[in-house]
């Protein structure tokens, strides 16, 4: 046998393989073309690809189809969604106070859909209704408040009853307020000269429909009377022949008391009021001369008395009387707020401004008890169903605390009310 070129034998080379295990009896040898012609058949890829291309094109339909279907969904789906958004404008036109826009929003989701939020939709006309008035309410008096009739504008606000709109309620009654100093400045260039009393009687008697009492609104309607009156022909037409006292009182208002005492002395026989001036004026002479030795109620009865003698307005002589009132009322509403008696602070601080309107002092203590009033209603209002007692005292506190016209004011009165007749 040739050698191998490797060297050593066929049968060498065999035996080296046998000692190294590399072939052991009964496994043949596999070579490289045996593996290959004795392995599994090849699979073709193709029904794989089909398959793919097959979830690819349903995918593809599937989309568009949601996509197509999306902006019709489903009738009910697209019915609600329309609803739902009839419903947010009508909730933001409440927002706005637009009462009467927002009851048509409503009633057209109810019927759209007469099962939509139908509790809350219940309450929400529920409001509406009770608002629709004072939306009317609050027209007028922005109207009125234009055009300047103080009078008419005072009254609609007087009437709006509302829980829901005190911000609007507040706004409008600051613009009065406005339009109410306007006013004053119109009625000081009707003075003149050359005076327009005709004009100046009907801003007097408007602002006295808007505020009561008030001093300068008294004084310009009694000199446009009388002049009015002076430049009318007749004896039927002179005031003083009708209502002596006035001249009295007006006498008294600018400081002469002597010739106010005269004229009711001349009209006291014939004339009630005459003799009630008459009277008057006898008190306050004998209690005006120790003004310090009265007591403050003493003194606050005095200057009571003194302003119903002048017509309504303090007469110029009362001056020491206001200022005494003023300043005992002050301190004692300062000391009424130092320990915590709110309602007597804010009774004794509006006795003071009514003494002297200008009052800095009185004026903060009133302006201070007003927000704690606030704070008292809202704990009032917290503990209405778990504690209503408590809730009932505070209520009672801030009816004390507030002027009439204030809202928190009236809905405490409301509460009371409602407590009490449990």
């Known amino acids: 046998m040739p050698p191998s070129p490797r060297g050593g034998t066929a049968n060498s080379r065999l035996e080296g393989k046998e000692g190294r295990g590399e072939d052991r009896p009964g496994r043949p040898v596999r070579t490289a073309r045996m593996s290959v012609e004795s392995g599994p058949p090849r699979r073709s890829r193709r029904p794989q690809v089909a398959a793919a291309l097959v979830v690819m094109v349903v995918l593809l339909v599937s989309v568009k189809l949601f996509v197509g279907r999306r902006p019709g969904l489903d009738p009910n789906t697209r019915g609600s969604s329309e609803v739902a958004t009839m419903f947010t404008e009508a909730k933001t036109l409440i927002r706005q106070g637009k009462w009467a826009e927002a009851k048509v929003k409503l009633e057209a989701v109810r019927e759209e859909d007469e099962d939509y939020e139908t509790r809350q939709i219940e309450n929400y006309l529920k409001v509406v209704a009770a608002e629709l ?16 009739e103080l009078g008419r504008a005072t009254a609609a606000l007087a009437q709006v009853k509302t829980t829901t ?61 009388q002049a009015i009156a002076r430049g009318k022909k007749g004896p039927t037409r002179v005031v003083s022949v009708e209502t002596p006292w006035v001249e009295a009182q007006l006498r008294f208002k600018n400081g002469d008391v002597s ?13 009630a009021k005459c003799r009630d001036l008459e009277n008057g004026l ?68 509006r006795n003071a401004l009514e003494a002297e309107p200008g009052h800095a002092g009185a004026q903060a203590i009133v302006t201070e008890a007003k927000q704690v009033s606030g704070d008292l209603y ?41 407590f009490q007749a449990r």
Not at 306 to 328: H, I, N, Q, Y
Request: aromatic residues 6%; proline residues 5%.
């Open 378 to 418: 809202l704990r009032a209002y917290q503990l209405r169903d778990s504690d209503q007692p408590e809730a009932l005292k505070l209520f009672k506190e801030v009816l004390a605390m507030t002027p009439p016209d204030d809202p928190n004011h009236v809905k405490a009165q409301g509460y009371i009310e409602r």
């Open 282 to 349: 006898s008190v306050l002479e004998a209690k005006s001369k120790n003004l310090e030795a009265l007591s403050d109620a003493d003194l606050l009865t005095l200057f009571r008395l003194d302003r119903e003698l002048a017509g309504g307005v303090s007469s110029e002589t009362s001056k020491p009387l206001r200022t005494l009132v003023a300043s005992r009322y002050f301190l004692k509403a300062s000391k009424a707020k130092t320990s915590g008696s709110w309602a007597k602070a804010v009774e004794f601080g």
């Open 165 to 225: 709109q005190d911000r609007a309620l507040t706004d409008a009654k600051q613009a009065l307020a406005q339009r109410i100093e306007s006013r004053r400045a119109e009625a000081r260039t009707l003075l003149g000269p050359p005076a327009q009393w005709e004009a100046l009687l009907a801003l007097s008697e408007d602002l006295l429909v808007a505020v009561p009492g008030d001093r300068e609104g008294a004084e310009w309607k009694q000199q446009a009377e």
């Open 133 to 148: 008035p004072n939306e009317a309410l609050f027209a007028a008096a922005a109207a009125a408040t234009t055009k300047g």
């Open 259 to 271: 010739g106010a005492r005269s004229l009711a002395q001349g009209c006291a026989k014939k004339h």
